[in-house]
């Protein structure tokens, strides 16, 4: 009577159907989401395990070779098919020669184990499902340290039982070979061969549940990589795209820059030239005693030069320092010498029309003392362009407490400026409605000067009349 009642050739039969219809599942389950090789080895040698327990279930309706010996060397090299997909998992798919080469030995070994006798062929063929078997589990268990390692422990607890079945059949036919006990036959329902198709069993479906967690976890994370490294991508090519577009935005500003000191600069130029010919003829006339025109005429192109100047400063700093991504690199300077500077740029009579009042009691600021000065100047040449010519202009220097820092305040007697132009006032561009020449360069450098500082610019209506406008430094301790 056998020790288990079992149908081996249904369930052989069965094991066989597991097998494929398995293979067929995770084919379906995985083709859209990983890599077709690794899929088609694992799934390969799925096939050709589930043919191998198709054929041992046909074993008395085929030749004994068909049912013993070809079955197990096909067994093998499914599971080498197997071995090569997990090394491919492991990023190490150059290694399917050396794996098919041992496969290949482990072959021609299986169909060799009965030739010094038939009691030799079940333990050899056992030690070769043991060793296949233990090659999987240790691939396995290599693959379940990584990420996606979890499914990986599945298939390695799978094929580790699967060859603990194998080395137990092992052990028993060593022990039928050295003591010559009488051996069962290969499909006998012995309890060795019940395990073996029970670890056949759990291979065939905890296996592949392992190995579709494995791969579908390993499709996650790439997604992952790649959404990150697209998102990357993205956030370069919008910084190239920025950083083009600001570079795209200085190269017009410049442009526009270069055109409008072209235009302050050819025409005054002319009138400058004109004006100092007309000198140099008034000079040379009969009407030499009418030496006011001569002067008049003089003091025109001077005027018409400072102007020009002023608009070449003005245009070089919008264009160079101010433009440019560079930190300021601010040194202490003596402020009454700003003041005396930035006045002495200023045309000598209407110099007297400025009223200077300090109650400062700092001495000295950080400063890039050139641009202050600019920015200083055209404070000043904008309060007396825009005064009446016998009105006066007041320069006050104090402290500031909260925040702390050094004010420049400069007031005028002049129109003011309208509420629907006040919140324009610094805007590169703006001009007024008094009808001055000019391209609105003025108060916007004051403006990019100050904040360069870490300062403010500002504008307040004066008390009676005319504007005050407000340049706050602040002051490192």
């Not at 080498?80 to 150059?94: I, K, P, T, Y």
């Not at 790649?226 to 795209?248: G, I, K, N, P, Y």
């Not at 130029?269 to 002067?295: F, I, M, T, Y």
């Not at 601010?330 to 110099?351: C, F, H, I, K, T």
């Amino acid at each position: 009577m056998p020790l288990v009642p079992l149908d081996t050739h249904t369930a052989l039969y069965l094991l066989g159907v597991v097998y494929l219809l398995m293979s067929g599942l995770v084919w379906m389950i995985l083709r859209p989401h990983h890599e077709a090789t690794a899929i088609g080895l694992w799934c390969g040698g799925g096939v050709i395990i589930g043919l191998v327990y198709l054929m041992f279930s046909m074993r008395g309706n085929l030749p004994i070779y068909w049912t013993t010996l070809v079955p197990v060397a096909l067994a093998l090299l499914g599971l080498g098919l197997r071995v090569c997909a997990l090394f491919r998992e492991n990023g190490r798919g150059d290694r399917w020669p050396m794996v098919m080469l041992v496969t290949a030995l482990a072959m021609l070994m299986s169909l060799l184990a009965g030739w010094p006798g038939p009691a030799w062929r079940r333990p050899v063929t056992s030690l070769l499902m043991v060793g296949a078997s233990a090659w999987l589990a240790l691939l396995s268990r290599e693959l379940g340290r990584q990420p996606h390692g979890r499914g990986a422990e599945l298939i390695g607890i799978s094929y580790a039982f699967y060859g603990a079945t194998y080395l137990l059949r092992l052990v028993g036919g060593l022990f039928a070979l050295v003591t010559g006990t009488h051996v069962p036959p290969t499909l006998a329902p012995t309890l060795d061969l019940v395990l073996v198709l029970t670890g056949g069993l759990a291979a065939g479906i905890f296996g592949n549940v392992g190995y579709v967690g494995m791969a579908l976890e390993r499709a996650r994370i790439r997604r992952e990589a790649q959404a990150r490294d697209l998102a990357q991508v993205q956030a370069q090519r919008s910084a190239a795209e920025a950083q083009a577009a600001a570079l795209a935005e200085r190269l017009a500003e410049r442009e526009e820059f270069v055109r409008v000191l072209a235009h302050e600069v050819r025409q005054p130029l002319n009138n400058a030239s004109a004006a100092l010919q007309s000198a140099d003829a008034a000079l040379h006339a009969d009407a030499l005693a009418d030496r006011g025109e001569v002067q008049a005429r003089l003091q025109r192109a001077q005027k018409v030069i400072g102007h020009i100047v002023g608009s070449i400063d003005n245009t070089l700093a919008a264009t160079t320092v101010l433009a440019s991504r560079q930190p300021l690199a601010p040194r202490d300077a003596d402020v009454n010498m700003l003041v005396e500077l930035s006045l002495g740029d200023l045309d000598a009579r209407q110099r007297l029309r400025i009223r200077q009042q300090s109650s400062a009691h700092a001495r000295t600021a950080a400063m890039d003392i050139g641009l202050m000065r600019l920015a200083l100047r055209n404070l000043l040449a904008n309060a007396l362009a825009y005064s009446p010519p016998d009105s006066t202009v007041t320069l006050q220097v104090s402290d500031s407490d909260e925040p702390l820092g050094l004010v420049f305040e400069v007031r005028d007697e002049g129109p003011g400026v309208s509420p629907a132009l006040r919140d324009h006032l610094f805007e590169r561009g703006f001009r007024g409605d008094h009808g001055l020449p000019g391209h609105g360069l003025g108060l916007y450098v004051v403006n990019q000067i100050m904040l360069r500082h870490g300062g403010q610019a500002s504008w307040s209506p004066n008390e009676l009349t005319g504007s005050v406008f407000r340049l706050w430094l602040p002051l490192v301790d």
